[in-house]
């Protein structure tokens, strides 16, 4: 099983378990990994790019995201997916879906074995998240799965539209975790979310797929 972390001197156990709040663990990076794949039925992420968008999405997981052209990017996942398949544990291919080849991440047999001792894990866990938020596992999951479900096999041109929307609401929030290096640029990015996200709603309102 991928390691997952237990601190047992650390002071939010204490609390935790005056609380009887336990067992209590702390997941790495790997974890969150197998889990995205194991949920919804292991179906396998179509594109990786939506995988870091989701990981992103999720403030729960503490990544270090920088832009791409595009869309997010974490170093620290794709470095997480090489670990995982130097374990063989994740496989990688091609699909053709919706008139495009996509790249294809999935668990492996073995790594099927070992996602679901992680899901178990969680499902009877408290999980102390980004080192001082404690949620119930089940939570956890429940909202990796929403959304696994609600992003996984969307096209390029769907989750851009997915971080306009994202930039334009939430502005210098998503901005200072993207690492933009100066309050200038930060600017000028938002008034560029703003634009795309309406003219993009636009574009797919009169294009539907």
């Given at each position: 099983?991928?390691?997952?972390?237990?601190?047992?001197?650390?002071?939010?156990?204490?609390i935790a378990e005056k609380l009887e709040l336990a067992p209590i663990y702390e997941p790495v990076l790997d974890?969150?990994?197998?889990?995205?794949?194991?949920?919804?039925?292991?179906?396998?992420?179509?594109?990786?790019?939506?995988?870091?968008?989701?990981?992103?999405?999720?403030?729960?997981?503490?990544?270090?995201?920088?832009?791409?052209?595009?869309?997010?990017?974490?170093?620290?996942?794709?470095?997480?997916?090489?670990?995982?398949?130097?374990?063989?544990?994740?496989?990688?291919?091609?699909?053709?879906?919706?008139?495009?080849?996509?790249?294809?991440?999935?668990?492996?047999?073995?790594?099927?074995?070992?996602?679901?001792?992680?899901?178990?894990?969680?499902?009877?866990?408290?999980?102390?998240?980004?080192?001082?938020?404690?949620?119930?596992?089940?939570?956890?999951?429940?909202?990796?799965?929403?959304?696994?479900?609600?992003?996984?096999?969307?096209?390029?041109?769907?989750?851009?539209?997915?971080?306009?929307?994202?930039?334009?609401?939430?502005?210098?929030?998503?901005?200072?975790?993207?690492?933009?290096?100066?309050?200038?640029?930060?600017?000028?990015?938002?008034?560029?979310?703003?634009?795309?996200?309406?003219?993009?709603?636009?574009?797919m309102r009169e294009n539907p797929y």
């Open positions: 099983m991928v390691v997952m972390t237990l601190l047992t001197l650390d002071w939010h156990f204490e974890d969150f990994l197998l889990l995205f794949l194991y949920l919804d039925g292991r179906t396998p992420f179509y594109g990786e790019e939506t995988l870091h968008l989701c990981f992103f999405l999720y403030p729960y997981v503490s990544v270090k995201a920088s832009p791409s052209v595009f869309l997010p990017f974490s170093q620290e996942i794709e470095d997480a997916i090489l670990r995982l398949r130097a374990k063989d544990l994740v496989e990688e291919g091609k699909d053709f879906r919706g008139g495009r080849y996509v790249s294809m991440l999935k668990l492996s047999d073995i790594g099927v074995s070992e996602a679901r001792k992680v899901f178990s894990t969680f499902a009877n866990s408290w999980i102390l998240l980004n080192g001082f938020v404690l949620r119930r596992g089940s939570e956890v999951l429940s909202e990796l799965e929403a959304l696994k479900k609600t992003y996984n096999g969307k096209s390029p041109l769907e989750l851009l539209r997915v971080m306009a929307l994202k930039i334009d609401s939430e502005g210098e929030v998503i901005i200072k975790r993207l690492g933009f290096s100066s309050e200038r640029q930060g600017k000028m990015i938002i008034d560029m979310a703003k634009q795309l996200a309406r003219e993009l709603k636009i574009l």
